[in-house]
């Protein structure tokens, strides 16, 4: 007994040194401690070139958050009012000019929350990793943040109207999540833009953005595409030829196609359901044979002719017309990458992966292959659909 | 020390205060000695009735009855005792009879259970338990009437443990109700009741329960011999039997468990458990348990199997919230803000904006208001514990908020903690002490200061053993079998094979004379 | 921080030796005493700023060194 | 020394967690990124041929741990040499994993907090667990190994929509020399590195199911790691090649609805734990082996000088992380050759020789 309540007294002794070791430890601490109240939470960072001197400007979209639930939204007037702050900054790296930054910030700026990257094309020409390789090495900043080209100052985006939405860079994420409405964007993120960086061979898209004026006020608008050829800025796509790259990347899933009805003035608009792509690299001697196939269906959507084309035999040439279309859209976006001898639609990825050997022997000189490829497009489609009326109300 | 001194001191006193019939020897034959003796022993006690009675065939022999008021049944006395003694006694009965004592019992007392005493200690113990005591002039010995009786409450739902469906009876102070309440239920010859008297001063009746051909015998002499173990001079309740026999003194998780219901009881003796039942408590002990037992209710086993598993998991849920909420919601917010959904986390800043006190203070500041509420809630009046619990909250609360004290979020996370932290009633002290834990190791170093508290917290719980039986059973060790009743309900039919840690001599709980498959355990379990 | 090494050093060989003289596990007391010294030694040299030298650091340049060996060799 | 047993059950487990262990956080043959899942595959079924002529030791000498054979085979003094050899390498082991796991939190999530405050904490509860016995650790181990694979397999629906199977081509396209030797140092690098279990076998309640038992979690911890790969590689693609901690890195790309979002935190932590058991591991056998060498009567006592210097070699052991790359890359597969094959092989081939009469003793 009397042994027992020995035991049971060095082990009260015991624990408490337990206690008192791992509270020691730990009293110490908070290093890593940064109150939510107290961070500047970025949500769109831009990058522009630093007007004068070496180095860049860097500007940001912070959430003012004890504005965000109240009235007064973006671009209007009072400063106070609005629930974002745009702030500037300028470094002779990327990292150097976000610390520089707290040098006017009162609250440490956190990235991870960041949503958009807004690049100036001036940076763009020059070379986007060297801009990039903060966001990829720190932390802090997500590898899932959208990229977008601008030819403008980022702050010009930033400070344009939200919209719906409180702040710009968020609507601008969601705007770039909806991009199948048209097809006409391609949405970048920052690790898929690494990710085809580190295929030779490939060449990058990147969306662009701009302001336009509208009623006094500033907004913006998603317009084309730019053309990043060995991390430069080489040239540009217009909506057109975007969705003719995405035809070939099979990723169109939506968007709408318009037709024109031939021998009547007048056209067809349909809606895109989903489409799919196949593209086969065929590696020979001295060449590379590219095939593409791509099928899809639609639906009619509307109709400006007074012809009835809900009719079978009109929809089989609904089908063939919208499939010339696509191939237009295709060829279009083949003419203007080969003129910037750019591999967009990642012929060389495909070859790496099915055909490494012949991908090792023709990759060194890889531009002149692709622009000399033989590309033969072979489009399928579907119109399987026709709303809810069965023919126009009127026909002539 | 203060308490130390105070038995020494009680104890130096009782041995110069305890004259004869000297304590500890026999009686005397004199009753006038003896009456004299009851009346030093227990003081001026009213309660202690002394009936003077003349007796028997040569006039002039005199008896006295003696009772504690209170503790005997004033009827049974009066009818089946003092009447027959006074009224029909025929004298020539019984003449193979010894003595007069001897003769009295046999033909005179119309009591069923009685017993012949020489000891003076042991009559005073039968007195002071609620016997009533013949003492016959001229005879150093003495009868022990069994007449006990006394008030005690009905029985009623346990107030601690409801349900919903399922039986409704709850354990009493009384000890005899208390196991007749399990006969009722476990009507085997198996099911052995064993008692002993612990405390010195109480002279608590203990009485180990358990099923013979289930339990193992070995568990069986463990607890035996820690209950001998226990030296104290009272045991009230439950608990103090509880913390003498615990395999873990320290340890923030209880090894025994109880219960005030006597189907709880019945089902754990019946898978090969111990019972203690101790007298005047309605609450029991058994053992050994295991950590996923708090987890289980009563109504799990009453609903259908469906619904008390996902019941089961919301249980587990809830005590994960209770534990881990608090301070999940601290290292998020001041660690780990990327984690957060954007959306969510500007809401949550916009809350938060302009509140003066790092979000762990606001966290235990608010933790420990509820607490001091709940407190309050519990030790008042029940009209009065509402109030307190619904003004406090609602105002405190509304308060801090309005005054930018405290950041709405806190006082989400910390009423869901307070609501989810009564889910598992039988973890309630681990689950607030190690929520606090959690919380200023999250307020240190995040997610990684709870993984450490949580790592640190599983060694524990590893380390622990229940008389024998691992703490964390069937998930550590894992037992696959078990897991029926762990993860899922699995249905009634399902169920039949007992814990294999414990009731591994007869693993089926249907076929008691199935063959016995005991050696396969996993090399756990060792005792 | 060289007293807080000592203090916490001592701190731990009390909660740790009496047990061992209790059962008499001398020659466990010795290994223990042992390794504490250098433990204690090792902290000391680390909280004075003293350079050890990485443990890696020397296997790589070993191996290294073998691997060029070896590869101008051949 | 109490005799802690533990069942062939927990064995599995312990060698799973210690597989896992450091290895899921920071890969080596990041050379042959693209193929390296099927590399581990490959690497697997060399380990397996290693390990299981290793554990011909514990068939031959039942009962008796790596130490105690080397004192039987090389006679008490070279034999202690050895063992004191073996010693150093788990050391090595443990405070290389505590290194890696220091590193990572300091480069992912806490990078302002000093190296000893993320280390003490972690060295107080391994010291616990360790002096709380093999039992506690293998208990407390099966839970953590449980939600490990849960989460590994929960993480191949969160990757469905990020995982492009292009991203897994080409199969082969490296050289036959990346491959050998990236097999081979992921043969000895995580797997290989079960030799340690050779101490702790003896402590098994049913010997006759050790053999089983080791090679089942050695196949299970495989088939983890090499699935975690192959959706590192899917999600990834090419890009894992930059990243310094690849696993963790990919559960970055999760994006479900805008909620589930930077998840690496999840992984982080629960790849911890694995983490935590194998340096549990290493203390608890460096502390047994010591008192085996000694012939002392109690590991316990020597578990928190041993912890103070898993400690000091954690904080010393890499200069800096680039010369922590280098050397997975370069040196280790070497050292861990030496103790995981060579020693062994070494041992089993010498017991062999002498033959006949070391049976009989051991008999």
Known sequence: MV???????????????????????????????????????????????????????????????????????????DEELRPFWILRSRGPTVFEAIRNATLQSSRRLFLSHNQVLVINEAVAREGLMPALDFFIRDHEPRLTQWLLLTAEDPVQIFDASAGLERVSSQAISDLL?????????????????????????????????????????????????GIIKGDKLVGFLDPKETRGLLWVLGEVQGGVLTVDVPGEKGKATLEIFDSASKVTVQAEAEQIRVKIEVQMRSGLGTQTVYTDLSTPDQFKKLEQWQAEVIKAEIEAALAKARAYKADIFGFGRLLFGRDNRSWQRLAPDWERYFVEAPVEIKVKTAVEELGLSTRPALEL | MFTMLWRKFRRAQQRTTTPGPRAGRDLSPDLEANLAAFKRELGASPDLIIRRLTLGPKPGTTGALLFIDGLVDQQIVNRDVLSPLLHEVDWGKGQGATDLLDQIAQNVLAVGEMQRETEWRQVVRGLLAGDTIFLVDGQAAALLLSTKGWEKRAIQEPEAEQIIQGPHEGFTENLRTNTALLRRKISTAGLH?????????????????????????????????????????????????????????????????????????????????????????????????????????????????????????????????????????????????????????????????????????????????????????????????????????????????????????????????????????????????????????????????????????????????????????????????????????????????????????????????????????DGEGTW | MIVLIVVVFIGLFLYEAPGLVAKEFWRELAVFTLLMLLGLFLSILLASGVELPYVESIWVELFMGLRKMLASGS | MAQELISPRQLTFLVISFTIGSWIVLPSGIEAWQNLWLLILFAL???????????????????????????????????????????????????????????????????????????????????????????????????????????????????????????????????????????????????????????????????????????????????????????????????????????????????????????????????????????????????????????????????????????????????????????????????????????????????????????????
């Not at chain 4, 107080?124 to 093999?134: K, Q, S």
């Not at chain 4, 975690?228 to 609805?257: D, H, K, N, S, W």
């Open chain 1, 3 to 77: 042994k027992v309540h020995g035991e049971r007294r060095r082990g009260l002794t015991k624990g408490l040194w337990w206690l008192v070791l791992v509270f020691l430890v730990f009293t110490g601490g908070c290093w890593d401690r940064r109150e939510l109240e107290k961070l500047a939470v970025v949500v769109g960072i831009g990058i522009n070139l630093a007007p004068e001197g070496e180095g860049y400007e860097v500007s940001y979209q912070i959430v003012r958050a004890a504005q965000i639930q109240s009235p007064g939204g973006s671009g209007s007037g």
């Open chain 2, 193 to 521: 009741f064993e008692e002993m008297k612990l405390g010195r001063q109480t002279q608590t009746t203990i009485a180990l329960a358990y099923v013979k051909g289930i339990v193992n015998e070995k568990l069986v002499n463990e607890v035996r011999s820690r209950l001998k173990r226990i030296k104290t001079d009272f045991i009230l309740d439950a608990n103090y039997v509880h913390e003498f026999i615990t395999d873990a003194p320290f340890s923030l998780f209880p090894t025994v468990a109880f219960t005030e219901r006597p189907d709880v009881v019945a089902a754990k003796l019946l898978e090969g458990r111990v019972a203690i039942f101790v007298d005047g408590t309605p609450l029991v002990n058994t053992v050994p348990v295991l950590l996923v037992e708090y987890f289980q209710s009563p109504d799990d086993y009453n609903f259908p199997y469906y619904y008390a598993t996902m019941i089961r998991w919301f249980r587990y849920l809830s005590f994960f919230l209770a534990v881990l909420a608090p301070g999940l919601f601290v290292a998020l917010g001041s660690y780990h803000q990327e984690l957060i959904p954007t959306p969510l986390m500007i809401t949550i800043k916009t809350a938060t904006e302009g509140t003066p006190f790092p979000l762990v203070i606001e966290v235990i500041i608010m933790g420990l208001v509820f607490e001091i509420l709940r407190e309050a809630g519990v030790r008042l009046a029940r009209p009065f514990g509402q109030t307190i619990s619904i003004v406090g909250a609602l105002v405190i609360g509304e308060a801090a908020v309005t005054a930018g004290l405290v950041g709405a979020p806190t006082i989400i996370v910390i009423a869901l903690t307070a609501i989810t932290t009564f889910v598992v009633p039988g973890l309630l002290g681990p689950g607030i002490f190690l929520r606090l834990i959690y919380t200023i190791l999250a307020g240190v170093l995040g997610a990684y200061g709870i993984l450490t508290g949580v790592l640190f917290t599983l060694l524990h719980l590893a380390s622990l053993r229940s008389f024998g039986v691992p703490y964390l059973a069937p998930l550590a060790p894992v037992v696959p079998a078990d897991l029926k009743d762990v993860l899922v309900r699995a249905p009634i039919w399902a169920l039949g094979t007992r814990p294999r840690l414990i009731g591994w001599l007869q693993p089926s709980g249907y076929a008691a004379d199935q063959e016995e498959k005991g050696g396969d355990r």
């Open chain 1, 177 to 225: 999540q909806h991009y199948q409405l048209t097809s006409k964007i391609r949405p970048v993120r920052l690790s898929d833009y690494i990710a085809l960086t580190m295929e030779k061979t490939a060449a990058n898209t990147l969306p662009r953005i701009r302001t336009i004026e509208h009623a006094g006020k500033k907004e913006y608008i998603l317009d084309g595409t």
């Open chain 4, 45 to 363: 079924g060399q380990a397996l041929g290693f390990v299981y002529l290793s554990l011909f030791l514990f068939r031959r000498y039942p009962g008796k741990t790596l130490f105690a054979v080397h004192e039987f085979v090389y006679g008490p003094v070279l034999g202690k040499l050895i063992s004191l050899l073996f010693l150093w390498f788990f050391l090595q082991t443990g405070a290389g994993a505590l290194a890696v796991f220091v590193t990572l939190l300091k480069t992912t999530v806490f990078t302002d907090t000093p190296d000893l405050a993320l280390l003490l904490p972690w060295v107080i509860i391994i010291v616990y667990g360790c002096r709380r016995g093999l039992e506690v650790i293998a208990r407390s181990n099966e839970p953590l190994v449980l939600a490990t694979v849960g989460l590994i397999l929960v993480s191949v629906f969160l990757v469905l929509n990020a995982f492009k199977a292009e991203n897994l081509l080409p199969l082969f396209n490296q050289s036959l020399a990346t491959v050998f030797w990236n097999t081979l140092g992921i043969a000895v690098f995580p797997f290989g590195q079960n030799v340690l279990f050779l101490m702790l076998l003896p402590q098994v309640n049913r010997p006759q199911k050790v053999r089983g038992a080791v090679l089942r979690g050695m196949v299970v911890a495989g088939g983890l790691l090499s699935l975690l790969q192959f959706l590192a590689v899917g999600v990834l693609g090419r890009t894992g090649e930059l990243f310094v901690f690849p696993t963790i890195e990919f559960y970055r790309m999760i994006i479900i609805g805008q909620v589930l979002t930077r998840l690496e935190l999840i992984p982080l932590l629960n790849f911890l734990t694995m983490g935590f058991i194998k340096i549990m591991l290493c203390l608890y056998t460096l502390a047994v082996g010591t008192a085996q060498i000694l012939e002392l009567r109690a590991y316990r006592p020597l578990v928190l000088p041993l912890g103070i210097l898993i400690l000091v070699f954690a904080r010393q052991i890499y200069p800096s992380i680039s010369l922590h790359l280098h050397y997975i890359e370069e040196v280790q597969p070497l050292v861990s050759l030496f103790f995981c094959f060579f020693l062994p092989m070494l041992t089993l081939g010498v017991s062999f020789l002498r033959g006949g009469a070391q049976q009989e003793m051991a008999s």
